[in-house]
């Protein structure tokens, strides 16, 4: 029987990284990189030229935002509690918008589906608000990353809540990351 030739692959060129276990960490060794630095700043990067226009501060009353933002900490943690399934989601039907509202709702039945218990049912561990940080991008926009503890993990949510004349401060945006 004569012998096969061996077929050849448009990749036998390229050489083959080391990897370490299911991770496929490269493990070859680093290139040689030229010691000389540049440190000059890169005037591409620059997101504005001296002298442009950029965001303003936006004045607001140390009290008033004092209490934005405790405002804001309260309907997070209640929005935790009914993610958790340690309150109705109807509690906070006035303080969300109805966007955010059906996503919550949503991702409460998900959760409920996945850890195999009933929707408003307590979770037996119970998320903690660690940290809010907010910003003031326009008046009446309040915008804040919030730091959440579940147990031994952080999670981190984004949080929008928009100022209205007939209901004060209303959720319009609440991911979770």
Known sequence: M?????ATHPF?????????????????PDPVV???????????LDPAPPGAPTAG???IDRRAR???ERWARHIVQAALEVVAGMRPSSQLVRWLSPTVYADLRRRTHLLALATHREPERAHPVRARLQSLHATYPVP????AAVHVRHGHRSRALAVRFEQRAERGWVCTALDFA
């Open 2 to 6: 004569p012998a096969r030739p061996l």
């Open 12 to 28: 036998e060129s390229v050489p083959f990284a080391e990897v370490q276990g299911a991770l496929a960490l490269d493990v070859s």
């Open 34 to 44: 030229d010691p000389v630095l540049d440190l000059a700043p890169d005037p591409s």
């Open 57 to 59: 501060v936006v004045p």
């Open 66 to 68: 004092g209490e934005a």
């Open 140 to 143: 009446g926009v309040l915008e």
